[in-house]
């Protein structure tokens, strides 16, 4: 017998957000939680985020370039392991989106771009679980 639904995961989707900025975090967290269907775990540096991705490893990971002055883009390979990376950034020159991609990146997002930019982002990645 045919389902209407295609098979739910066992769990919902985990994404780590990974941004300096508390506000932006926050933001990124109301934006794309979905109860039941996506927990949103947030990380403030990227030690705060290897740790998250070792203790629950995300599904996709959403990374700024620059934390604090620490070079995010240095963190694709361990992020990478167990999980789809979209580069959220407000630096959006051609060399930063050309090392994040030529790293590993799913996609690279200028926080200047609509939200549902990154909402489609996200969704692939989900989908590609």
Do not use: N, Y
């Not at 739910?8 to 975090?25: E, F, I, M, W, Y």
């Not at 985020?49 to 883009?73: T, Y």
């Not at 789809?84 to 690279?108: E, K, N, Y």
Request: aromatic share 2%; with cysteine.
């Amino acid at each position: 017998m045919a389902t209407l639904f295609p098979p739910a995961h066992s769990r919902p989707a985990v994404v780590l957000v990974v941004d300096d900025q508390r506000a932006v975090r926050e933001g990124l967290a109301r934006l794309l939680s979905l109860p039941g269907r996506r927990d949103v775990h947030l990380a403030a540096s990227g030690a705060e985020a290897l740790e998250s991705a070792r203790l629950d490893p995300p599904d996709v990971v959403v990374l700024d370039v620059d934390l604090a002055g620490d070079d995010g883009l240095a963190l694709l390979p361990a992020l990478r392991a167990s999980a789809q990376v979209v580069i959220l950034s407000s630096h959006c020159d051609p060399a930063t989106r050309a090392r994040a991609l030529a790293l590993g990146a799913h996609a690279f997002v200028g926080k200047e771009e609509p939200a549902a930019t990154l909402l489609r982002q996200v969704a692939w990645c989900e989908r590609a679980r």
